[in-house]
């Protein structure tokens, strides 16, 4: 795939989570659109702040350089989230299997409350 297909092809899967994570109820948008710059998060959802989302829109997954790009964007505030779909399939979220701990931790927390 070229080049401009490629950046469409990214561009479209951006648009496409971020209307996923509207439809759930997490208002959302992309990042690069509506701050325009290249290092401008994939994108932008208030409600999940404490998450840095990494949109792949591909058919081949590779995991540990995107989580790698992930967790250098995400720094020290943010929890790396991927989230991946490939043509028809389901979007996924790939983290870090400590971060899915420390969530479920959180969760059963605040369950307990």
Known sequence: M???NSKKKGSAGELELAHFLTDHGFPARRGM???GTPDSPDIIC?????YSLECKRTEKALLYPWMEKA???AGAD???VICHRRSRGEWLAILR????LKM?????HFEGM
């Open 78 to 80: 943010q929890t790396p």
């Open 71 to 73: 967790m250098e964007d």
């Open 46 to 50: 208030d409600s999940l702040k404490t």
């Open 104 to 108: 479920i931790t959180h969760l059963k």
């Open 33 to 35: 659109q509506f701050q």
């Open 97 to 100: 299997l400590e971060d899915l």
């Open 2 to 4: 070229g080049k401009i």
